[in-house]
């Protein structure tokens, strides 16, 4: 049973950081890939950064630069760290995971989700 813990949401001005977290357990596959996604209200919910656990990681283009993902393989847990926020950043963001070959908006585990909010 795979369970996924977020935090570290809040709010920040614009042009600060935040780093969010994911505290993963019981992921049993091999390959496995987790990723960021977020949702603002209104809008869909949208991939921000994939992993993979053989090392590999994406970005989608609104982030290239400012964001990265990384996973310490120790305490399982899965970070994202975000730099120079922008009042878009804003959103609902979560931490998902699954099997590296499905396509990451059909991932079916979840976290609860971890509100940032830039102003």
């Known amino acids: 049973h795979v369970q996924l813990v977020e935090s570290g949401g809040g709010s920040v001005q614009a042009g600060g950081s935040l780093t969010l977290s994911c505290a993963a357990s019981g992921i049993t596959y091999n390959p496995y890939c987790m990723g960021w996604f977020r949702q603002a209200p209104g809008n869909e919910r949208e991939v921000v950064a994939r992993f993979h656990s053989y090392g590999s990681m994406g970005y989608a283009d609104s982030v290239k630069g400012r964001f990265t993902i990384s996973k310490d393989n120790a305490k399982n847990i899965l970070y994202l760290h975000m730099n120079s926020l922008k009042p878009e950043d804003t959103a609902m963001y979560y931490c998902?995971?699954?099997?590296?070959?499905?396509?990451?908006?059909?991932?079916?585990?979840w976290g609860q989700g971890t509100q940032v909010t830039v102003s």
């Open positions: 998902a995971a699954d099997y590296c070959w499905m396509d990451s908006k059909n991932f079916r585990n």
